[in-house]
T-cell receptor, first 115, second 112 residues
Framework: GAGVSQSPSNKVTEKGKDVELRCDPI?????LYWYRQRLGQGLEFLIY????????KSGLPSDRFSAERTGESVSTLTIQRTQQEDSAVYLC?????????????FGPGTRLTVL | SQQGEEDPQALSIQEGENATMNCSYK?????LQWYRQNSGRGLVHLIL?????REKHSGRLRVTLDTSKKSSSLLITASRAADTASYFC????????????FGKGTKLTVNP
């Protein structure tokens, strides 16, 4: 079946503007994760959704970052008043159940550039 | 914060040689996973080793886990140019949430 998809693949924006990134998980996967990867670095956890439970937002770096998920489908990550340090690749992953032994399947990412 | 730390940061070898990458971590884990990333985009899951396992194989991949030393190694045998990528270890922490904590990765270059 189809994998995780993300849009847009690239986004260039001006400092101070808001951006919205979209993730379509694999159908039937209840768990969804957002990560950020700065150039040459590893992945930083941002937020985790599991079914109807309250999301784990512990990785969001500031209140300019927020994310929503509609049921067990699409998720959007919103960054308000973007800053240059927000430039990174934003990766989304989904997993069947979200348990610690579960494999996460990653999308291709959205490369965000803030000028 | 980065729990896993890969070593070396970069590795360059010739096709046919074996590549070994190491990962160290700090806290008790449920499992350790290795992922591969091509060209800075999506990651692909390679292998998962649980905390009660010591060694696991998958094709040309061999992973070891030493929980007493809080370390893991990934061995790629008979490397190919197509193995060129960045490799990340990720840990699922005991008693923590289901999120994975990733290291900074090892950039592997396999020269034809």
């Amino acid at each position: 079946g189809a994998g995780v998809s993300q849009s847009p693949s690239n986004k260039v924006t001006e400092k101070g503007k808001d951006v919205e990134l979209r993730c379509d998980p694999i159908s039937g996967h209840t768990a969804l994760y957002w990560y950020r990867q700065r150039l040459g670095q590893g992945l930083e956890f941002l937020i985790y959704f599991q079914g109807n439970s309250a999301p784990d937002k512990s990785g969001l770096p500031s209140d300019r970052f927020s994310a929503e998920r509609t049921g067990e489908s699409v998720s959007t990550l919103t960054i308000q008043r973007t800053q240059q340090e927000d430039s990174a690749v934003y990766l989304c992953a989904s997993a069947r159940s979200g348990g610690s032994h579960d494999t996460q399947y990653f999308g291709p990412g959205t490369r965000l550039t803030v000028l | 914060s980065q729990q896993g730390e890969e070593d070396p940061q970069a590795l360059s070898i010739q096709e046919g040689e074996n590549a070994t990458m190491n990962c160290s971590y700090k806290t008790s884990i449920n499992n350790l996973q290795w992922y591969r990333q091509n060209s800075g985009r999506g990651l692909v899951h390679l292998i998962l080793i649980r905390s009660n396992e010591r060694e696991k194989h998958s094709g040309r991949l061999r992973v070891t886990l030493d929980t007493s030393k809080k370390s893991s190694s990934l061995l790629i045998t008979a490397s190919r140019a197509a193995d060129t990528a960045s490799y990340f270890c990720a840990t699922a922490t005991q008693g923590g949430s289901e999120k994975l904590v990733f290291g900074k990765g090892t950039k592997l270059t396999v020269n034809p």
